[in-house]
């Protein structure tokens, strides 16, 4: 069993900085890939970046040049630094995690639960 923490969010300005954080506990045994998805208001959901276990990263256009997704393999975290932040980043961010845990041989995909990013003025 593998469960995902978050913390981070909140409600910042236009332009602003927030920092997410995700931490993976629970009987973990080999982490994939980790990324961070976020879901707005009547939208789907949507990838916003991933980083592989060797640090390659990925990003939504939109988030380009702004956020930045970083990992922490000791520490079985992951990180979503956000900058210069517009509101239509507001949605809820939800990390999520590719990992085998002690008593499988295969990886299964892990969801966090959630954390409010608004940027408002």
């Known amino acids: 069993q593998v469960q995902l923490v978050e913390s981070g969010g909140g409600l910042v300005q236009p332009g602003g900085s927030l920092r997410l954080s995700c931490t993976a506990s629970?009987?973990?045994?080999?982490?994939?890939?980790m990324a961070w998805y976020r879901q707005a208001p009547g939208k789907q959901r949507e990838l916003v970046a991933t980083?592989?276990?060797?640090?390659?990263?990925s990003y939504k256009d939109s988030v380009k040049g702004r956020f930045g997704i970083t990992r922490d393999n000791a520490k079985n975290a992951v990180y979503l630094q956000m900058n210069s932040l517009k509101t239509e980043d507001t949605a809820v961010y939800f990390c999520?995690?590719?990992?085998?845990?002690?008593?499988?041989?295969?990886?299964?995909?892990?969801w966090g639960q959630g954390t409010q990013v608004t940027v408002s003025s």
């Open positions: 980083i592989t276990s060797r640090g390659d990263t």
């Open positions: 629970g009987s973990i045994w080999v982490i994939g890939v």
């Open positions: 999520n995690v590719d990992a085998k845990d002690a008593a499988s041989s295969t990886y299964n995909i892990y």
